[in-house]
């Protein structure tokens, strides 16, 4: 069975950096668009940066210039690369897969890593 399992979260200062981990198994994923969301308490979720098989990235507003997404294909793990963190930045982060085409949805998804950014 195809897994996303995240690591690397935890607690870290403001301006401080983490980086997170996310392990795929069960697929090469080959083909998939590989992207981290977060969500706080009480807020929606929402999409922090994407990546594609060749390596193309999107990101969101809020984490353009201090998140740097990347990935892997070889060990099927993306990590997602954060610095200049900031308090608003705490949430649960997840990691999701989807197929690349117009329509797919993100079938595949990990239990989340905390981070915590501590003013």
């Known amino acids: 069975q195809a897994q996303l399992i995240e690591s690397g979260g935890g607690l870290v200062q403001a301006g401080g950096s983490l980086r997170l981990s996310c392990a795929g198994s069960?697929?090469?994923?080959?083909?998939?668009?590989m992207a981290w969301f977060r969500q706080a308490p009480g807020k929606e979720r929402e999409s922090v940066a994407t990546i594609n098989w060749s390596g193309g990235s999107t990101y969101a507003d809020s984490v353009k210039g201090r998140f740097t997404i990347s990935r892997d294909s070889a060990k099927i793990t993306v990590y997602l690369q954060m610095n200049s963190l900031k308090p608003e930045d705490t949430a649960v982060y997840y990691c999701a897969a989807k197929l690349a085409y117009a329509g797919a949805s993100y079938e595949y998804w990990g239990q989340g890593t905390q981070v915590t950014v501590s003013s």
């Open positions: 069960g697929r090469t994923f080959r083909n998939y668009i």
